[in-house]
């Protein structure tokens, strides 16, 4: 694949400036050369998936309470099932399904609305008694379980081969690659962007698509388009080889207390949103926030609280106020397209954006609406329903 690592400068033009080599931009690079716009640059200023994309299992479901999540996430998962065939990689989905243990009266209606929601468009999730969410979890204790909800099309697959699944299809497109490149400025005239400057040359260019997750606000501040995202750490730590050999479950979910779970090759992998975690770039691993998860699966899944750990995974959130993504074209600058603060939700739904991107650079119509999601809703106070934050 070209990258900047074989040539000291960057390309003097381009139709296309992405910026940011994770899922977004490696997925928006593949659909546009799909559609025979290959005059791209992608600049990433560290190796290509080395921001939340480096997660090291991502999940990927339909189960949102809104529609427009809803078919983001349903279309992605679609794309990734054909992932072996079209860009052609295997990414090792993992079909095992998504179960959310609910312990209130309360979740357990909300939960109920959303899965009517889910059937209507198609996502086969159901609610489950506490007995039926153990038999496909056997770790899962029923005591203080309300319900739980389970999709069995959703699951999990490794970002950093989806990444260079795209990536590598688009590079024998004729995309470039520029990794280790910085951004340091962005050039406008009237109600366009004109170029973009790094520290290996300027690129002039007739569009620019901002797909830098935690770091897009800073890209935004460059041109003063206000893309609200604020980088958040969220952490998740490995279990030793598990002998006998932990079962096939689902993605499973404690919805109280964000606490997750599933396979991670021989073992299992734990996670869970520290409701505390100062906002910041640190991606320092520390083990003390382990001691939060095993507090609360105690409760819930008590044989996950003694498992030894081998070490772990940092990596950013890019939240919005409502997390909800920022998806759309500058009201200003209109070829400034952006993709970014997808608060967790990004891999999942990563295909489905690189379509729309796609859509947006050749003016057509989106497959969905996606004006609820434009980054010029926390002016208009026209914001989105809050999902509810999981993972």
């Known amino acids: 694949m070209s990258s900047s690592s074989t040539f000291r400068s960057v390309p003097q033009t381009a139709d296309v ?51 427009l999540n809803i078919e983001l996430g349903s279309r992605s998962l679609r794309a990734y099932r054909d992932f072996p065939q079209r860009p052609g990689a295997d990414i090792r989905l993992d079909t095992v399904g998504y179960l959310f243990l609910l312990t209130t009266d309360r979740q357990a209606a909300d939960f109920e609305a959303s899965v009517e929601t889910q059937n209507a468009l198609g996502v086969p999730t ?62 406008t005239a009237g109600d366009r962007v004109t170029a973009v400057h790094t520290d ?17 606000g800073q890209i935004g501040d460059m041109i003063g388009v206000h893309l609200p995202v604020t980088p958040v750490r969220r952490q998740l730590a490995f279990t030793e080889p598990l002998s006998p050999p932990a079962p096939r479950i ?51 899944a008590p044989d996950l609280a003694d498992m030894k750990t081998t070490g772990g995974w940092a990596g950013l959130y890019e939240v919005t106020p409502d997390h909800n993504a920022l998806i759309g074209r500058s009201g200003e600058l209109v070829n400034f397209l952006y993709a970014t603060g997808f608060s967790g939700h990004g891999f999942l739904q990563g295909p ?6 796609r859509d947006l650079y050749l003016e057509r119509e989106p497959f969905t609406d996606i004006s609820p999601l434009g ?16 993972v």
């Open 17 to 67: 400036v992405i910026i940011g080599g994770g899922v977004m931009g490696a997925s928006a690079a593949f659909h546009l050369a799909e559609a025979g716009v290959t005059d791209v640059v992608v600049i990433e200023r560290g190796e290509l998936a080395c921001g939340s994309s480096g997660k090291p299992i991502g999940g990927v479901r339909a189960q949102f309470s809104d529609p």
């Open 352 to 357: 489905a954006v690189g379509e729309i991107l």
């Open 200 to 216: 290996r040359g300027r690129i002039d260019c007739a569009a620019v698509i901002c797909t830098a997750g935690a770091w897009s």
């Open 250 to 300: 689902p993605f499973t979910i404690d919805f109280t207390s964000s606490a997750y779970f599933h396979n991670s090759d021989d073992g299992l992998l734990f996670g869970l949103a520290d409701p505390r975690q100062p906002d910041g770039f640190d991606t320092t691993w520390t083990p003390e926030w382990l001691e939060l998860f095993r507090d609360a699966v105690r409760q819930r």
């Open 126 to 187: 159901r609610m489950l008694t506490p007995h039926e969410a153990r038999e496909l979890c056997p770790y899962v204790t029923t005591g203080g379980l309300v319900a739980a909800t389970y999709s069995p099309t959703d699951g999990h697959a490794r970002p950093g081969l989806v990444v260079h699944g795209y990536a590598d299809a688009a590079a024998r497109a004729g995309v470039t690659f520029a990794t280790h490149t910085t951004v340091t400025g962005i050039d």
């Open 375 to 390: 980054a010029d809703r926390f002016r208009t106070g026209t914001e989105t329903r809050p999902e509810a934050h999981v």
